[in-house]
T-cell receptor, first 117, second 113 residues
Framework: EAQVTQNPRYLITVTGKKLTVTCSQN?????MSWYRQDPGLGLRQIYY???????DKGDVPEGYKVSRKEKRNFPLILESPSPNQTSLYFC????????????????FGEGSRLTVL | AQSVTQLDSQVPVFEEAPVELRCNYS??????LFWYVQYPNQGLQLLLK??????LVKGINGFEAEFNKSQTSFHLRKPSVHISDTAEYFC???????????FGAGTRLFVKA
């Protein structure tokens, strides 16, 4: 079954304790992206990656890091979490077509709800 | 830069009634347009998309949307809703490269019996 898998689904942590949210897709998609969802704000892009070793900032990258060492995995790293990073996080992937463009259709994971105390 | 405005944060409607969820966008370049649905405790899934061609786009679960370039709108419609359509709906726009997708704030559709 084609899917995007995120772990953990739920996490409560404390300020300053480094954590990683993993994301893996089995659709051989080149493009992967992280979003955070907050009430009344919709989804905002944190980072995206067009292929292995190619990443770029989205609209709200502060306080986050990413890496893309393998095509299927795109982990989100919070080096020193703070309470304002309490949010619902989504990983998404998309296929790049001939010419390197994307149709823009995103496939989402089920989300990771993070609470930072 | 692109932006998306969903004009209603919540839309209550009775079962079997028609519904329209409104979306306006702004962009200086040509864009792709999308509607996604999010059921409780789930990720988003694509309802429909406009890439080019016919301005009336049909999606899953009986939904359709019409792209209006002059009014920069992409409103979502369904002629008769079901209880199971209760969910949050997101309008989104991406540039033609597809690398940056901007989402609206969402519209919560609540279908009442």
């Amino acid at each position: 079954e084609a899917q995007v898998t995120q772990n953990p689904r739920y996490l409560i942590t404390v300020t300053g304790k480094k954590l990683t949210v993993t994301c893996s897709q089995n659709m051989n998609h080149e493009y992967m992206s992280w979003y955070r969802q907050d009430p009344g704000l919709g989804l905002r892009q944190i980072y995206y990656s067009m292929n292995v070793e190619v990443t770029d900032k989205g609209d709200v990258p502060e306080g986050y890091k990413v890496s893309r060492k393998e095509k299927r995995n795109f982990p989100l790293i919070l080096e020193s979490p703070s309470p304002n990073q309490t949010s619902l996080y989504f990983c998404a992937s998309s296929l790049l077509v001939v010419g390197g463009a994307s149709t823009g259709e995103l496939f989402f994971g089920e989300g990771s709800r993070l609470t930072v105390l | 830069a692109q932006s998306v405005t969903q004009l209603d944060s919540q839309v209550p409607v009775f079962e079997e009634a028609p519904v329209e969820l409104r979306c306006n966008y702004s962009s200086s370049v040509s864009v792709y347009l999308f509607w996604y649905v999010q059921y409780p405790n789930q990720g988003l899934q694509l309802l429909l998309k406009y890439l080019s061609g016919s301005t009336l786009v049909k999606g899953i679960n009986g939904f359709e949307a019409e792209f209006n370039k002059s009014q920069t709108s992409f409103h979502l419609r369904k002629p008769s809703v079901h209880i199971s359509d209760t969910a949050e709906y997101f309008c989104a726009v991406s540039d033609r490269g597809g690398f940056k997708t901007i989402f609206g704030a969402g519209t919560r559709l609540f279908v009442k019996a």
